[in-house]
């Protein structure tokens, strides 16, 4: 069984989803809508909002105070995670090119 803990794990239904993120229910409905935030549903249909999905409202509500538009924020967490998965490669990488494993290589005949 999952963690309750894990950010990523479902567990916050909208009215506390509101009052962690500090946004109107309605506006967690909105970015849903917008395809900003993916809440998890349970049996019952309704939303359940992981920790990151709450951080991830503040950073959209964050984005749009400064100006951006709904697309100039899709674009921005596309980037964001676009750089963090491009971390990620270049974490492994750096694993493998300082790995003390030997690999031994024959050619086929």
């Known amino acids: 069984m999952a963690n309750p803990l894990d950010d990523d794990q479902p567990v916050y239904v909208i009215s506390v989803a ?8 309605q ?3 909105r970015y849903e809508r917008l395809g ?3 809440p998890g549903r349970s049996g019952g249909r309704n939303r359940r909002y992981a920790m990151a999905d709450i951080a991830r409202s503040r950073e ?6 400064e ?7 899709e674009r921005v ?3 964001e995670a676009e750089n963090q998965h491009l971390r990620a ?4 990488y750096e694993r493998e090119i300082t790995s003390t494993a030997l690999v031994v ?3 086929r005949r």
């Open 18 to 25: 509101s009052e962690l993120s500090g946004l109107h229910p």
């Open 27 to 29: 506006t967690l409905r």
């Open 36 to 38: 900003l935030v993916s």
């Open 60 to 65: 959209v509500q964050q984005l749009a105070s």
């Open 67 to 73: 100006g951006l538009n709904f697309a100039g924020i």
């Open 77 to 79: 967490l596309a980037l």
């Open 89 to 92: 490669r270049l974490a492994q």
């Open 105 to 107: 290589w024959r050619p």
